[in-house]
């Protein structure tokens, strides 16, 4: 059985992959170590990449693509170890060694369930590393840096395949909540996300990735929030999108905000059926918990 396990879903994006397991390389070298990766399905030679360079990176071969969250579940029920620690493909450790802060972290704080990690979002490292910043309690965490102790993993449902991209760490922690465990904000562990978010809207899977995120935050609403908060936290947020996107001429928002409007209504006798809400109480306290960490900025590049 290892300790840890590193695991990555990745789908053609040889480039971004390579680079992430040569920066991380020095942390197979340990014992108790192992790194799982997902091919989802990639044309671009991903799997025969591995199979040539990583031979000892165990690889899980997917002929025909079956979506991120859906591969991130057969990892994690996959792995034996203690902990599973997720990365996305484009994304690294800054800091040398993660994992004995991250093993010291659960062991002084038995109740916690998955650790977030201090995410720097850039195609090039911080300038400086250094951060103020404190280990606390959160809501939530984000996809492409975090760590499950895996006795709370497995206490809760599997992420819900049924949401393909979005949405699936807000629902662990929903179920995390529920179940009396704690998610908390590791600053001392920094990952180098390699994303340009600016760069992102003129991406030609813009509109898609809008639909997601929008269908996926009103599916928690109906899922997990006590029935008399939904309606003003639904409209507020629709009138949002609507005046900061669709009033100011972004027409493809428009086009995302009706889909994923229209996903709401498909998968509403699914919600239903799943749904696991919070008591007033317990969502008066999961409201007072820190928010989720989702980007870190040097002082010297704030403005």
């Known amino acids: 059985m290892k300790k840890f396990s590193i695991i990555i ?13 040569n920066k991380i390389k020095h942390l197979f070298d340990r014992v108790d170590v ?22 000892n990176i165990l690889l899980i071969q997917h002929q025909k693509s079956i979506g991120l969250i859906a591969c991130r579940n057969k990892l994690l029920n996959l792995t034996k170890a203690k902990y599973a620690i997720t990365l996305d493909d484009d994304a690294h450790f800054i800091i040398e060694n993660p994992l004995g802060i991250i093993e010291s972290y659960f ?20 300038k400086s590393t250094d951060s103020n910043d404190i280990s606390e309690r959160v809501r939530s965490f984000v996809g492409c840096g975090h760590v499950w102790n895996m ?9 819900p395949e049924w949401f393909v991209f979005y949405g699936e760490e807000e629902f662990a922690s929903y179920q995390l909540f529920k179940n009396n465990w704690e998610i908390h904000y590791l600053p001392a562990v920094l990952v180098n ?63 995302a ?42 002082k010297d590049e704030l403005v």
């Open 9 to 21: 879903t990745t789908k053609d994006r040889i480039k971004d992959l390579s680079l992430t397991l």
């Open 34 to 55: 192992e790194c799982i990766i997902c091919d989802d399905g990639s044309n671009d030679g991903t799997s025969k990449y591995i199979n040539e360079h990583w031979p």
């Open 107 to 126: 062991n002084s704080n038995l109740r916690c369930g998955a650790l977030a990690f201090r995410l720097y979002w850039g195609k090039l490292p911080p």
């Open 151 to 159: 006795v709370a993993w497995k206490s809760i449902p599997n992420y």
């Open 193 to 255: 996300h390699r994303v340009n978010i600016k760069e992102r809207k003129k991406n030609k899977d813009y509109r898609i990735r809008l639909r997601r995120s929008l269908r996926s935050g009103w599916y928690l609403y109906f899922l997990f929030y006590p029935y008399n908060t939904i309606p003003r936290r639904f409209f507020y947020t629709l009138w949002i999108q609507i005046k900061t996107k669709v009033f100011k001429g972004d027409f493809k928002a428009l086009m």
């Open 257 to 298: 905000i009706l889909q994923a409007l229209a996903d709401v209504v498909i998968n509403f006798p699914r919600l239903n059926k799943n749904a696991n809400r919070l008591s007033k109480k317990e969502f008066t306290e999961y409201l007072k918990l820190e928010e989720t960490k989702l980007y870190w900025t040097p």
